[in-house]
């Protein structure tokens, strides 16, 4: 049984990661933000940037049954909008897991899906997930900053506080 209370800790260091990231991500520029390298799904760091926090309002939104799927990444040409648009998400984030009881988050129930389809989802299965997915492409950014010859510096991925 998760509570609210770990999965909102677990969602603000995974953010707080994130965050670091994007401030890295500052040191690129225009061109190399948005340069495509192979081998990735998201061939440009402002595309991965875009799609971390894209999936996390998605799936938000589905849990709340207002399933939005329509985020444009051309809309956050900057790392500036890419993190105002990660800090909306992560107050919306929030403020679910704040007003949600540990008997929402761990009862599976019916979600509408992008594909029309309604399987039964665990509300903290689904944050968990996201906040997973957010380390899985800050990987691969990091992989992407340091083929662009700025690798980060080692601590992104563990904040302490």
């Known amino acids: 049984m998760y509570s609210p209370e770990a999965l909102l800790d677990i969602h603000e260091r995974a953010h707080c990661s994130l965050r670091k990231l ?24 402002r595309l ?3 799609h971390i926090t894209m999936a996390q309002k998605y799936w938000l939104s589905v849990i709340e049954d207002r ?15 890419l993190e105002a648009f990660r800090a909306q998400t992560f ?3 929030a ?13 599976p129930r019916p979600m509408l899906t992008w594909r029309g389809d309604r399987p039964n989802l665990t509300p ?10 957010i380390y899985q492409h ?13 690798p980060t ?3 992104l991925d563990f904040p302490l506080a």
Not at 124 to 133: G, K, P, S, Y
């Open 91 to 93: 107050e919306k984030t």
């Open 22 to 45: 994007l401030d890295h991500c500052r040191s690129l520029t225009p061109d190399e933000l948005n340069r495509e390298l192979p081998g990735f799904g998201y061939s440009s760091a």
């Open 48 to 50: 991965q940037l875009h």
């Open 95 to 107: 403020a679910y897991l704040t007003r949600a009881s540990s008997d929402e988050l761990n009862t």
């Open 153 to 155: 510096l080692p601590g």
């Open 67 to 81: 399933m939005s799927a329509d985020e444009n990444d051309a809309d956050y040409p900057t790392i500036d909008a």
């Open 124 to 133: 903290a299965h689904v944050i968990l997930r996201t906040q997973t997915h």
């Open 138 to 150: 800050q990987g691969q950014i990091i992989a992407m900053c340091k083929l662009l010859g700025k």
